[in-house]
């Protein structure tokens, strides 16, 4: 299994920034792309960014150009880097990760969610 914890959420002013951290633990094999989606009032989550292990990255258009994803290998750790926030990015934002896992019988991959943490921008 695969621990996700996402930490740096909060209430910022439009046009303020914030960092989000998701750290990954657990019987780790090792962790594929890792990402972050967000689900606002009354709607269904969408993708937000997502980044491999080569670093290679994508965003949704809603974002590009004013947040940036990045990773530590070494540490299992992803961040979103939030720009010149709107309060339509008003959301819960969750990270998420496709790893693998040691099991008793051998490796396993699956998807691993966090619990979520609030992002609220104010007008």
């Known amino acids: 299994q695969v621990q996700l914890v996402e930490s740096g959420g909060g209430l910022v002013q439009a046009g303020g920034s914030l960092r989000l951290s998701c750290a990954a633990s657990g019987s780790i094999f090792s962790i594929h792309a890792m990402g972050w989606y967000r689900q606002a009032p009354g709607k269904q989550r969408e993708f937000v960014a997502a980044i491999t292990s080569g670093g290679r990255t994508n965003y949704a258009d809603s974002v590009k150009g004013r947040f940036t994803i990045s990773r530590d290998n070494a540490k299992n750790t992803v961040y979103l880097q939030m720009n010149s926030l709107k309060p339509e990015d008003t959301a819960v934002y969750y990270c998420?990760?496709?790893?693998?896992?040691?099991?008793?019988?051998?490796?396993?991959?699956?998807?691993?969610w966090g619990q979520g943490t609030q992002v609220t921008v104010s007008s």
């Open positions: 998420n990760a496709d790893a693998t896992t040691t099991q008793a019988m051998g490796i396993r991959r699956s998807n691993y």
